[in-house]
Nanobody, 129 residues
Framework: QVQLVESGGGSVQAGGSLILSCAVS????????MGWFRQAPGKEREGVAA????????YYADSVKGRFTISQDNGKNTVFLHMNSLKPEDTAMYYC??????????????????????WGQGTQVTVSS
């Protein structure tokens, strides 16, 4: 059974930084697609970043390019989201997700939540102005 557990959320002021972690267990493949999504109240879930774990290819939403960095620690099966220069509009519940059929992320589809069937419970990020 694949399990994803996020941690690292919190409250920061605008301009601050946070690092989110997603610990993956129960996954038998060495390469897979891992995505970070966020959902603010009243808004749709949106893809923030993704990484082809094991291959290293990364993808970002335009709204976070240059501010967020996704990375992995293969030895610990953990994926990180380094968030810098945070803005109030980054406030949301953040989720990590993966799926059981892709060995890598694809440029045209990584940001669609329908492409993932395993989700973590989420971690809240609140950025105050």
């Amino acid at each position: 059974q694949v399990q994803l557990v996020e941690s690292g959320g919190g409250s920061v002021q605008a301009g601050g930084s946070l690092i989110l972690s997603c610990a993956v267990s129960g996954y038998t493949y060495s390469t897979y697609c891992m995505g970070w999504f966020r959902q603010a109240p009243g808004k749709e879930r949106e893809g923030v970043a993704a990484i082809s774990a094991g291959r290293g290819s990364t993808y970002y939403a335009d709204s976070v390019k240059g501010r967020f960095t996704i990375s992995q620690d293969n030895g610990k099966n953990t994926v990180f989201l380094h968030m810098n220069s945070l803005k109030p509009e980054d406030t949301a519940m953040y989720y990590c997700a993966t799926n059981s059929w892709s060995y890598e992320c694809w440029p045209g589809s990584w940001s669609f939540s329908s492409g993932y069937n395993y989700w973590g419970q989420g971690t809240q990020v609140t950025v105050s102005s």
